[in-house]
């Protein structure tokens, strides 16, 4: 049992980490208004603060909505195929988003090693590593690609580790 919660805790950590800078974000920009609106003070590490979340929240969130099979689809063509070319245009969509996802990953590792890499360079204020700040994008892309294979061809494992809400349950509230 404890295996269980391990893994469905391992298998969620993009959930809890996205789900915490979109907190942290969210606090960072509240107190920001209220430092500059309010008290006439600006916070000069918020758009440090602010770039680090989105940047963790964008690419962690990404992995999770492949998980959920929340991403963008166009089944009404696809649906109006017969069986065979539907499961061919399946199978080229899977070709399709594996490799952007894989370009993607490589790319932003060879970015971010050659332009943060050598340099080592932080931001002005709060002194973070750009290196930390973007070098969560090929684990992002990485963590899509897994996801959207589970999600795609192991569905059933999905819904066992899964911890947030379902698609489904996020569809039949709004359909109500």
Known sequence: MKKKGW???????????????????TVVTFAAVIMRYVLRAPLL???????????WMIFLGASVA?????????????DGLPPKARKIVEYLVDMIV??????????????????????????????????LIYGIAPYGCALMIISYLLSK??????????????AEDVEEVTAQ
């Not at 492949?66 to 696809?78: L, P, W």
Request: charged residues 15%; hydrophobic residues 50%; contains cysteine.
């Open 45 to 55: 590490w918020q758009e440090e603060a602010q770039a680090f979340c989105q940047v």
């Open 98 to 131: 594996i490799f952007t996802l894989t370009f993607l990953m490589v790319k932003s590792q060879q970015y971010i090693a050659q332009v943060f890499g050598r340099t080592h360079r932080s931001t002005p204020i709060l002194g973070i590593p750009y290196e």
């Open 7 to 25: 893994l469905r805790i391992l298998c969620n950590l993009d959930l809890f980490l996205a789900s915490i800078a979109l907190a942290v974000l």
């Open 66 to 78: 492949f998980r959920q099979g929340s991403i963008v689809a166009i089944e009404m063509v696809v």
């Open 153 to 166: 061809y192991l569905p059933s494992f999905v819904d066992k580790i899964h911890i947030g809400v379902k």
